[in-house]
């Protein structure tokens, strides 16, 4: 029986009502006192047959642990409220991986130091200042994102004098930071409000996997542009073909499938092989201009350190290392996310130097171009 019920069942033989109907004589219209009591008597026995229906009603409907459907939702709602608000004022734990509902597990390997699900925002935003699994992950996109706006803000006003074309140059150099900048922000995003719900994460996992493909496509842009600047027709092909690549990549991260732990490899592949991409525009650099041309003028060297920082960041991510060989030894620091946003900071900053770089040899070559539409 449950508390609500013990209240409202009637203890038998203690009622008023019982004792009183012995007390007045059947009938005496002379005697107030015996007609009020009666009256009451009769309301009482209204009142108590209405309380054996409900009971019998309530019986009836009587589920698990001899509980009301409605008595254990009413229960869990309490429950709920009272999470909310412990959640709201910032007095959560972190609790273990075997724990976590379905749609927060996602690396069994970090076994300890997970953000409980919170469905508030002001929770989830506090907790960036909570150390936690994602702490770092949240951290190193939050700071290279603010590294790369105030970089790109930097390169937007520097003198108009320092560029062949202006308007144009900072345009397209204004691709890659926007690149960046997108990828970060909704990067650091995601792993803020990632615990907040199932389907808050799943709109902003897809906002994340979106980032990586604006990086990608924001980086050839200014690449293409100076690399062929005398070629306009292989570059407008290049840059045609990256955008479809990048568009393609994006409509398939909208799947829900895509954001699941069996997919990690896919969803490496897909992004690495989007920035393999660059593999074709750049071989046709190295035999249009020659090997030399390409290490130097061309930056080369910048581009395969990029590329290499990258791939290894790829990797580290789909194969989950280091935790994999210590689990529960790297849940708070150095786990394989983290080293993979940094990674993807140090390949986003490598990219911007080598891109400056060919900038700078545009500006001391001057605008024009030779015959043969070489460099
Ligand atoms: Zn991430």
Same mark, same amino acid.
């Given at each position: 029986?449950?508390?609500?019920?013990?209240?409202?069942?009637?203890?038998?033989?203690?009622?008023?009502?019982?004792?009183?109907?012995?007390?007045?004589?059947?009938?005496?219209?002379?005697?107030?006192?015996?007609?009020?009591?009666?009256?009451?008597?009769?309301?009482?026995?209204?009142?108590?047959?209405?309380?054996? =229906?409900?009971?019998?009603?309530?019986?009836?409907?009587?589920?698990?642990?001899?509980?009301?459907?409605?008595?254990?939702?009413?229960?869990?709602?309490?429950?709920?409220?009272?999470?909310?608000?412990?959640?709201?004022?910032?007095?959560?734990?972190?609790?273990?991986?075997?724990?976590?509902?379905?749609?927060?597990?996602?690396?069994?390997?970090?076994?300890? $130091?997970?953000?409980?699900?919170?469905?508030?925002?002001?929770?989830?935003?506090?907790?960036?200042?909570?150390?936690?699994?994602?702490?770092?992950?949240?951290?190193?996109? !939050?700071?290279?994102?603010?590294?790369?706006?105030?970089?790109?803000?930097?390169?937007?006003?520097?003198?108009?004098?320092?560029?062949?074309?202006?308007?144009?140059?900072?345009?397209?150099?204004?691709?890659?930071?926007?690149?960046?900048?997108?990828? !970060?922000?909704?990067?650091?995003?995601?792993?803020?409000?990632?615990?907040?719900?199932?389907?808050?994460?799943? =709109?902003?996992?897809?906002?994340?996997?979106?980032?990586?493909?604006?990086?990608?496509?924001?980086?050839? @842009?200014?690449?293409?542009?100076?690399?062929?600047?005398?070629?306009?027709?292989?570059?407008?092909?290049? !840059?045609?073909?990256?955008?479809?690549?990048?568009?393609?990549?994006?409509?398939?991260?909208?799947?829900?499938?895509?954001?699941?732990?069996?997919?990690?490899?896919?969803?490496?592949?897909?992004?690495?092989?989007?920035?393999?991409?660059?593999? @074709?525009?750049?071989?046709?650099?190295?035999?249009?201009?020659?090997?030399?041309?390409?290490?130097?003028? $061309?930056?080369?060297?910048?581009?395969?350190?990029?590329?290499?920082?990258?791939?290894?960041?790829?990797?580290?991510?789909?194969?989950?290392?280091?935790?994999?060989?210590?689990?529960?030894?790297?849940?708070?620091?150095?786990?394989?996310?983290?080293?993979?946003?940094?990674?993807?900071?140090?390949?986003?900053?490598?990219?911007?130097?080598?891109?400056?770089?060919?900038?700078?040899?545009?500006?001391?070559?001057?605008?024009?171009?030779?015959?043969?539409?070489? !460099?």
């Amino acid at each position: 029986m449950s508390p609500r019920e013990q209240e409202d069942t009637p203890t038998s033989g203690s009622s008023p009502s019982h004792l009183s109907t012995t007390e007045c004589p059947a009938h005496n219209g002379n005697v107030p006192d015996c007609d009020d009591k009666r009256r009451i008597n009769e309301d009482d026995d209204r009142g108590r047959e209405k309380k054996e =229906v409900e009971e019998d009603e309530r019986s009836s409907d009587e589920g698990f642990m001899g509980m009301t459907p409605l008595l254990q939702a009413h229960h869990a709602m309490e429950k709920m409220e009272e999470f909310v608000h412990k959640v709201w004022e910032g007095r959560w734990r972190v609790i273990p991986h075997d724990v976590l509902p379905d749609w927060l597990k996602d690396n069994d390997f970090l076994l300890h $130091g997970h953000r409980p699900p919170m469905p508030s925002f002001r929770a989830c935003f506090k907790s960036i200042f909570r150390i936690h699994t994602e702490t770092g992950n949240i951290w190193t996109h !939050l700071l290279g994102c603010l590294f790369f706006l105030f970089l790109g803000l930097m390169y937007m006003f520097r003198p108009n004098m320092s560029f062949v074309a202006p308007v144009q140059e900072k345009v397209v150099i204004g691709m890659f930071f926007l690149g960046a900048i997108l990828c !970060l922000s909704f990067s650091w995003l995601f792993h803020t409000v990632y615990c907040h719900s199932e389907g808050v994460s799943k =709109v902003f996992s897809k906002l994340d996997y979106s980032g990586i493909a604006f990086l990608i496509m924001g980086s050839f @842009v200014p690449w293409l542009y100076y690399s062929f600047y005398c070629s306009p027709q292989p570059c407008f092909i290049y !840059l045609m073909v990256i955008c479809i690549l990048g568009l393609t990549a994006i409509i398939v991260s909208q799947c829900d499938f895509f954001a699941t732990p069996q997919y990690r490899g896919v969803r490496a592949g897909v992004f690495v092989g989007l920035g393999l991409s660059g593999v @074709v525009p750049t071989l046709h650099f190295v035999i249009s201009e020659g090997l030399i041309k390409a290490t130097t003028i $061309g930056q080369m060297g910048w581009l395969l350190l990029m590329a290499t920082l990258y791939i290894t960041g790829a990797c580290l991510y789909a194969a989950r290392i280091p935790e994999r060989f210590f689990p529960g030894k790297c849940d708070i620091w150095f786990h394989s996310h983290q080293l993979f946003h940094i990674l993807v900071v140090a390949g986003a900053f490598v990219h911007f130097h080598g891109v400056s770089n060919l900038q700078e040899f545009r500006y001391t070559a001057g605008g024009g171009c030779t015959d043969d539409g070489s !460099l």
